[in-house]
Structure formats: C-alpha cells, structure tokens
C-alpha cells in the first residue's frame, strides 16, 4: 500500500488516497470546493472552471488534477474566490436565469453558488441571448437555463454508449443537442435522473413542476458547501 | 450503388474516419441531409446527435445546401489591410448573394473565414478548395463570370506560383515567396539520407543527439524535442504514434505551409526519425483544411518514397517499418492545439482534452503520442544529417538553430525568412523593406503586439517567442481596428467548452468597444485589464489562456492610445443607452427621447 499524500490547503495540513484529484481530497478534509460541472461517478470535464485552484502557485481545475505530494493549494484566499465569482457571474449574464419562475430555484446549484458567493448585481454586463425551449416526449429541454456543463452528455446515453444529449456548434452557440430518435426511447426513470443531475433548471420533465414549494427545497434549507464543511 | 453508400463502404465502420465520411458526403452531394447522416449514423452506430455535433463543429461542414460555387473569403486582419472590403463588395455585387448565405440560383455561398494561410498574397479566399490569391475587384468579376459559364474552380486558376506549386498534382497559384533561405530548413536535401543517419544510431542515441542539438518546439510553445521523445518512448505500449502537427492556424502563419511544398520529404523523414526514436510504426499528418490542394501531391511523394524503400515496410532493408498516412480536420483553429488535434484526428470534435494524461502517455486512440510541429521534424532530419554541434553553432545559448518566419503586413517584401535565432526586430523590418513602423504583432494574435521601444528585442525562446507568425503594422495604421479583428478572431474560434473563453471573451470584447467608443471612464480600463487576467488564468487550453494577449499586450505598449479614448470627466458611464432604451416608450407617450439621451450620457 502506497504511502497516504500529505499537501496543504491554504495553511492546512490534509492527507490524500494516491489517485484522488484536488477536489476528492479536500473534501476528505473537510474542505469545500465549489464545483459545477464535475459530478460524482461522471468523468471530469473540467468545463466550468469553477473549483479552479491554486496548486504551487499554477491555476489548475482541482475537478482534472491528482493531488500530489507537497502540493501547497491556494483555495479560498481572495484571489481565486473573486475569479470564482466572475465565473458564476459569466454563467448568469451568458443565459436568461430568472430565478423566481424556475422549477429549479432552491434545488439549483448555481443559484445556491451565487448565494454563497454573495453576488447581488454581476460585474459583467447582461448578454440577454435569444435561445429556445425544446420539447421532447418526456422532458423539455430549457436553453436560457443550460450552462453547458456536460453532465448530461456524459451521464445519459444508451446502454450501447450512444449519446442522446451531445454538443452542437461551437463557441458562444454552444448549445446542448438532444438525439429525437433516443430522447424518445428514454424511460421515466431516466428522464428523471437527466433533472435530478443538471445542476440548474435545464432538463424539466413534464407535468411535475413545483410539487416542493419554494422555500422547502435543498438549498432553501442549508447552504451549499456545508455538507463538506460540517465534516471538518 | 448510391454514392453515400459507396463513402460508408470505403471507409469501413472506421470511427476515426468520421470526417472524411462527411467531407466526401458534402462534396458529392453539396451538403450533408439529416437522411445522411441517419445512414451515416446506422453505418457507424453512434447517434444522430453525435454526428451534428461534429458538422456543426466544423467551418466547412454544413448541413445546409450549398451554392455549386462555395466561396470562403479571408477576413484576417492582413486580407482587411490589403482591400478585403471591396472584394467582399464585389463579390456580393457579381453573385447577387450576401455573406452567410446562398444565391437564389444556388450558383455560389459566400462565407467569411479565418486566416487561410496566405498572408502574404491577400485577400485570399477559397472556393470549392482551391485558393485563389490577390483577389482585386477586377479578378473577381473575371471569377464569377467562370462561375457562369459553368467553368470548375480549378479551370479559373490561370498562373501557377512557384516552385512544386507549380507541379502538375499542386497546379497552385500560391507564390512560396521565399526571401531567405537558411541552412537548416531551405538547403538542398537529398531523400533518404537523414533516415540513413538516423538508422546508424540506437533509438535512444537519436534521442541523446537530439537533446544535443538542444531543438524546442517550433510550434510555439518551445518544449525540447528530445525530451518529449524520451518521455512518449518510455510509456510501454503495444502502439506509439507520431503525429505531424500542420494545422498551421495562427494568423500571420504560413511557414509550414512553405516547408511542406518545398521540402515534404524532409518533414516525412523527420517524422520517419521521430517514429524510430520514439517506437512507432504510423506518423499522421495532420494536414489543415485549407492546405487541401497539396494532398495529391504528398500521396505521390509518399509512395515515391515507399517505392525507393525509405518508407514502408523495412526501411533501407533496415528492419524498421514506419508509414505515413494524412488526415486533415474541417477547418478550426483550435485544432492546431495538440490534444484538440488527436480528437479531431479520431473523427471527432476538435475540442481539447484535459491533462494530465498528456499525449506522450494517451494520446491518439490513448496510445503514447509525440505531436511535433512541420518545422520541428524537418530540423530533426537536418540534425541527422549535419549533427548537433554543427546545429549549435546556429542562433543563440538557449535558441538553438534557425527559425522560419513568415512576415506580412506593411512592408515592401513579405513572405519567408528562415533567420537564426536572436535576430532583432529591427533588424527584421529592414530586411523586409518596413517603413515607419508603429506596431509588429509577433506570434500572432495570442502573442505579443510590440511598439517601437521594443523593436530591439531578439527573437528567441528567452525573449520574443514566436511560431513564425510576424505581422508589421505602420503608423496609418488604426490599432483598434487590429485589436478588434483579433477579438473576433478568438470569439470565433474558441471551442465553447470552458466559461471564460466562452463567456469571458465576449464580454472581454464588449468592454473594449465601449472604450473605443470613448465612453469609458478609467475604471472600465481598470475592469478590462482586469477581466482579461481572469480569462488567462481560468481557461481551459492554450486559446482561452492567450486570447486576452491583444488586449493586455497594447495596453502594456500603447497604453496612451486607450487613454486617449477616456473620458476623464466622468465616474461611471452605463453599459447602455438609456434614452435608446427607453425610446420606444417615449414615442408611445409623446415625450421627447433625444433630450432623455442626452441626459443619461
Ligand atoms: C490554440 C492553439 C493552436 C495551436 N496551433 C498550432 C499549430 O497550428 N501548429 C503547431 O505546430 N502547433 C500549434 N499549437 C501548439 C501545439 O499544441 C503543440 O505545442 C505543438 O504542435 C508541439 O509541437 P512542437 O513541440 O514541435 O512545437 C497550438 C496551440 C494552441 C493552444
Ligand atoms: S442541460 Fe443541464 S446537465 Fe445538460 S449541459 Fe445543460 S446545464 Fe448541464
Ligand atoms: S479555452 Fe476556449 S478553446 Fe480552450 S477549451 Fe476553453 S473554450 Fe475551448
Ligand atoms: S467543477 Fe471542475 S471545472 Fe467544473
Ligand atoms: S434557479 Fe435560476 S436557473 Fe435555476
């Protein structure tokens, strides 16, 4: 058995598993780093950029990067907390989020974010982009909302690896792109798991909205982050 | 059979070749139908979604018809400084058509694109894949008068460049341009001589006499070439692959373009030597779509060379076997990064992948990979042949060798210099006839925009690095307007996969208009130092992490022309208009807008 890895977070000795990424480590140690894209079980993207550290001084995404031995990560300082910030606040201003009439208000991660980093009014000017709503049998698919994070590309395909959410154009038309044919295959309970793993209000599925109220729901109670930061 | 059943067949259920499946598709059919790309889907069992992911991605893949005639015009910033705008006029007046769309006859689309690789011959367009040169209002209605009359692309090609350009398998009006030839990359070469010398030393030898030679990356980044080939041979694998690099995207690059239609041979070589160093048995160039016409070409020479027996099967009897196969992407600039280049070399989209794994340890179809730039192979063969303290004795302490560059923009001689390392600026401009320079752009847009106080800076690894893109501006010159090609140009091409180049870039760029405009105050110029910082650091790849450069680097040089554009007065300036806002309440309750516009401002 390979030696346990010894590193540092802002000061703070932790310990990690070889093989664990920045991310899993920290959360061993009971430190929180926010993330958007990553999600457990999936393959890292590193496409929100959000848990973005400071790793012997170079930017890195703790979502991609093994922690190494010695590694002196710079996590909630100023610096990379402001970046942070400007990340959450591009995701806000590059789509239409209009919290109050999202089914996924108090269930939605990048609200959650913008409540724990404080945000009231962007630094960034708002892009207001045209973007459509898309129904399919099962769900609808709301484009002002999606932050193209990928989870569902890499969470929901067939049981042969084909993809029924994949990637279209590029650059800022980006946008996520559902296979007709297999959208139309998919079973509730995978329609389902589509909204419970997008992080914001993207993939609705049909005729449940609002069956939580406002109010009730996971963020609504304790704020993100503090699962990880009770273990401490 | 009917024709895209006859692609799929060729192409086998090759994933890799998903590209080419489309490519062909397009040509033979004019675009690819969602009835093509359900059989394509069937044919390869991916979804549907997945192959219009790979269209979309692509600049020359499209699912709409096209014209006969699709005509994709350069609107790099040297096409705009050398008349881009009347010939983009002129086209639109002779076909009836506007840009981004398709005439009604459906003779001719007309498209705009990135630098096609042509920098010194602008405006430059392709149509239907072949490139045409110095386009003029003139040779524009000569063009689509042939396009009337029904005449093929390559027919209206009437004056070949030089050199194998002029070959009866290139039959290119492309001028190679040549203004200095040096000794590593432009003297003679002689085939099959470098894999000779190579074949006399172990695999580990040619390593050690590469590290010798002390060759960096030519591609721009300068990582040490036999470094990079000791780490790829060290990783066990049952395959190892090597891999050309010859995307060529930068704007203001066009260097490989040269090399490889004068001395291909000696880049196969080099990629032969890079194999046998590194234990591969297949090289892939990766060949840029615009650089299309050359193909036909290379496939002769490469058989040429299988035939003389330095390449294939036991090479010189020397039990090595080694061979070259080409692939080419659809058009991205992305896809000159290395790891955005294995995807796209395996059919799909060009998008970057994260590291670690770096592509010495899983790079294309996850086999240990060495991508190495066209020049950087070519000076390989050229160490081979001539050694490495002979190759030391060339450019500087840390910039070993010579460097190609490619020079365009204000001056009397543009083209190609192959100079040694730790060359001046200065000494650049006046080789290549420069007058009353205000600005270079030195490594294209994602490198470094210099102002005169530093035109005695070197050009080498420990000062002004460079992939061979150089680009001289005068004094008529509106620097703004170069800035704002450059952010159009990274807006463009940013893959989309990570936030801050995605977002960041656009917001980047709105910032910069609206100091241009003059209605910034000094704390927009604060904010757009500061958002391009962020886009640095967050970033995914190479792109997002330099494409705020042609913001930061003028600030830093000419950090007075954005004074100049401050308004000094005021605290705070809105991002919008509020009279224009509101304009359309105030015609409906009678009050008079112009008044509330000027009061908000
Ligand atoms: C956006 C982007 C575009 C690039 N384009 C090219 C290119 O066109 N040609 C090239 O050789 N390297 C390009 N590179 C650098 C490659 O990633 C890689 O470093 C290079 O091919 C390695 O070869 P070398 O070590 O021989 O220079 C690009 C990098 C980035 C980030
Ligand atoms: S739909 Fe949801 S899960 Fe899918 S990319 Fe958009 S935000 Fe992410
Ligand atoms: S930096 Fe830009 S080009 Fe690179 S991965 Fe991110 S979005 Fe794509
Ligand atoms: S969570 Fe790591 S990049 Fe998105
Ligand atoms: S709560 Fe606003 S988009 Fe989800």
Redesign the interface.
Known sequence: MPDKIKFTIDGKDCYAEPGQTIYEAAKANGVFIPVLCHYEGLKPVGSCRICSVRANGRWMTSCTQPVTNGMVIENATPEVEAYRKAIIEMLFVEGNHFCPTCEKSGNCELQALAYRYQIMVPQFPYLFPKREIEAFPGFLLEHNRCIQCQRCVRAIQTEDGQKIFALKNRSKDLRINVDLKLAARMTEKEVQKAMDICPVGAILKKEVGFRIPIGKRKYDQKPIGSEVEENK | MDPIRKILQKYKRDRTRLIDILKDIQESEGSITQQAIELVAKHL??????I??VI??YHFLSDRPLGKYAVYLNNSITSEMAGRQKVAEALEKETGCKFGQTSEDNLVSLFETSCVGMNDQEPAALINGVVFTSLNEEKVRKIVAGMKRGLAAQEMVEEYGDGANGHELVRAMVKNNIRKAGAVIFDEFTPGQAIAQALNKTPEGVIEEIKKANLLGRGGAGFPTGLKWELCRQEKSDQHYVVCNADEGEPGTFKDRVILTERPQMVFEGMAIAGYAVGAHLGILYLRHEYTYLKKYFEYLLQKMREEGILGKNILGRGFDFDIEIKSGAG?YVCGEESALIESAEGK?GEPR?R?PFPVQKGYLDKPTTVNNVETLAASARIMLRGSSWFRTLGTSVSAGTKVLSISGDCQRPGIYEVEFGITVRELLEMAGAQDTLAVQVGGPSGNCISESGFGRKICYSDLATGGSFIIFNRRRDLFAVVRNFLDFF??????????C???N??LK?KFEKIVAGLGTAQDLA?LEA?GK?IK????CGLGQTSPNPVLTTLTNFRELYESRINKKADFIP??DLGQAVMDACQLTGRKFKEESENAR
Not at chain 2, 45 to 50: G, L, P, Q, V
Not at chain 2, 491 to 500: A, F, H, K
Not at chain 2, 537 to 540: C, E
């Open positions: 069992k991916i979804s549907r979604a997945e219009e992911g979309t991605f991205a989209r994260d670690p807006i463009e091409e940013s893959c989309g996969w990570c936030v801050p995605r977002a960041g656009v917001l709105k904010e958002w962020i650091s967050m970033s995914r991002e919008f």
